[in-house]
């Protein structure tokens, strides 16, 4: 067993202790290999484990029923949804680049818009001030402009 104990600059916005220049990340290990190939390793792991933790937050956590085949059902629909409002977020680029799937239901996915229709075309209508409105347009255009399969 060994303990690997990470030592890193605090990341803008992060709370801050007094007198504190460093955040320690500490984990025990029996793993053999190189310290570095570990500790990346284990970063990984964590984004993982941020995954799972936020798909717990939305449809994991009610899973339907004790049938195998329902919950592999629900299972596959929540994994989907998920990667698509990752997707939604990438493509809306700027601050929901990396946001949490909570934020992207807040800011993309209940967007406080009207469908409008004039001169025979539809027409999506956003609130003058509402603070995501760039990025929401941005994820949109790009996403009318992934061509068409027939």
Not at 130 to 146: D, N, Y
Request: aromatic letters at 8%.
């Amino acid at each position: 067993m060994r303990l690997i104990v990470r030592r890193v600059r605090p990341t803008p916005g992060s709370q801050l202790a007094l007198f504190a220049t460093y955040d320690y990340h500490a984990f025990v290990t029996d793993r053999p290999g190189q310290r570095l190939d570990i500790e990346a390793d284990h970063r990984r792991h964590a984004i993982v484990e941020q995954s799972i933790a936020e798909l717990k937050s939305a449809g994991l956590a009610h899973m339907p029923s004790s049938s195998f085949t329902a919950n592999a059902a629900w299972l596959a629909l929540t994994v989907m949804a998920h990667n698509l409002g990752r997707a939604v977020g990438l493509l809306a680029d700027g601050p929901l680049h990396r946001a949490t799937a909570t934020t992207l239901r807040r800011a993309v996915f209940t967007v406080p818009g009207r469908l409008v229709r004039s001169a025979r075309r539809w027409r999506l209508r956003l609130p003058a001030g509402w603070p995501w409105a760039a990025q929401f347009t941005t994820a949109l255009s790009a996403i009318i402009a992934i061509p068409a399969r027939c």
